[in-house]
């Protein structure tokens, strides 16, 4: 079965570079989750969108930002990066269609940043 | 504070034995609760859903006292595979993310 799809894999970017994470969710679930996952860390929840609309904001910098676009695909924009940033970061999928969140989050494998 | 508290970890154990992992949170709104499961460099998976009427899934049983605002995880006959960190994870409200505690690592060892 089709998973939750990541890329890239791994980055490296310099201080004060952007950076790009893409989330392709399972097909037919329409929302996705950004976690940010330190070193020796759980993970901490950053933004979610539903139906395309942001649907929770957590610990997100203001350098950062994300959308979900028509195919419901999302994207985690990152600028100004700082060493701090080098984490895992995880998209996760569900489908809240029936207005009930299991709590059953697919996660894909991560992006692991790592900033220089 | 943390919303969803665990017990420090690791736990190292041997082959068999029985762990118990305990997390506590701290918003009474909390809707559901569950245990997932995460392997070293891996993405999280969940492991069991936690009902006020307890649950059992094999070796496994979830148990949620909400009055106490409690959560716990037994694990019997330990296996070498079920060495990972476990995540004891609260769904604030429908539709809602999931808030993870910072997680218990077990290591069985053989």
């Known amino acids: 079965a089709a998973g939750v799809i990541q890329s890239p894999r791994h980055l490296i970017k310099e201080k004060r570079e952007t950076a790009t994470l893409k989330c392709y969710p399972i097909?037919?679930?329409?929302?996705v989750y950004w976690y940010q996952q330190g070193p020796g860390q759980d993970p901490q929840f950053l933004i979610s969108f539903y139906e395309k609309m942001q649907s929770d904001k957590g610990s997100i910098p203001d350098r950062f930002s994300a959308q979900q676009f028509s195919d419901y695909h999302s994207e985690l924009n990152m600028s100004s990066l700082e060493l701090g940033d080098s984490a895992l970061y995880f998209c996760?999928?569900?489908?809240?269609?029936?207005?009930?969140?299991?709590?059953?989050?697919?996660f894909g494998e991560g992006s692991r940043l790592t900033v220089l | 504070r943390k919303e969803v508290e665990q017990d420090p970890g690791p736990f190292n154990v041997p082959e068999g034995a029985t762990v118990a992992f305990n997390c506590t949170y701290s918003?009474?709104?909390?809707?559901?609760f569950f245990w997932y499961r995460q392997d070293c460099r891996k993405e999280p998976k969940l492991l069991m859903s936690v009902y006020s009427s307890g649950n059992e899934d094999g070796r496994f049983t979830a148990q949620l006292n909400r009055a106490s605002q409690y959560i716990s995880l037994l694990i019997r006959d330990s296996k070498l595979s079920d060495s990972a960190t476990y995540l004891c994870v609260v769904l604030k409200n429908q539709g809602g993310k999931l808030i993870f505690g910072q997680g218990t690592e077990l290591s069985v060892k053989p």
């Open positions: 918003n009474s709104a909390s809707q559901s």
């Open positions: 097909p037919r679930h329409d929302t």
């Open positions: 996760a999928s569900s489908f809240a269609g029936t207005g009930r969140n299991t709590g059953e989050l697919f």
